[in-house]
């Protein structure tokens, strides 16, 4: 397993958009391991294959979903899920949207307001080509619509309703 570099903007591999994947084979395996390693070196909490040069449509992501617990609780610490899917698509978006606060790890030291669906559907297969379907709501539901829109050549800056430098470093970005 390897940490690969991360591409960039103006990178021409960001704005491809991305081939299916047919083979299943050790050469696919071999990038979801690397483009794991890649994203939480980074860190970030998710990647998507055109990130790291290769015009595939394969993304993987890296998430803990808070529990949310009573005033006289101690927070609960919350093992991040690892996703990895091949040849996603989103499926339904619900149509409540929330606006949010996006960075990218093509994108460094700027961030964006993003009006993203508030709950998706997507479809895809796993690493070894096995159908399979998510359903994601809240922070979770608008890194899949970030990873995805990578497959198809979208920036989250093309969507963001404004763009700036923060202040202070970004923890999440997807």
Known sequence: MTV???SLVPDEVLRRKAHPVKKFDDTLQALIDDM?????????????APQVGISERVIVVEYAEPKEVKDSEEPEVVEPKLYVLVNPEIKRKSQETILGIEGC??????VGEV???LSVTVKGQNRYGQPLRIKAGGWLARIFQH??????GILYTDRAEQVWVPEEPVEDKV
């Open 105 to 110: 790890l093509s994108v460094p030291n700027l």
């Open 36 to 48: 794991v390693d890649t994203m939480r070196d980074a860190p970030g909490v998710g990647l998507a």
């Open 147 to 152: 990873e995805i829109d990578h497959l198809d």
């Open 4 to 6: 690969r570099e991360i």
């Open 115 to 117: 009006d993203r669906s």
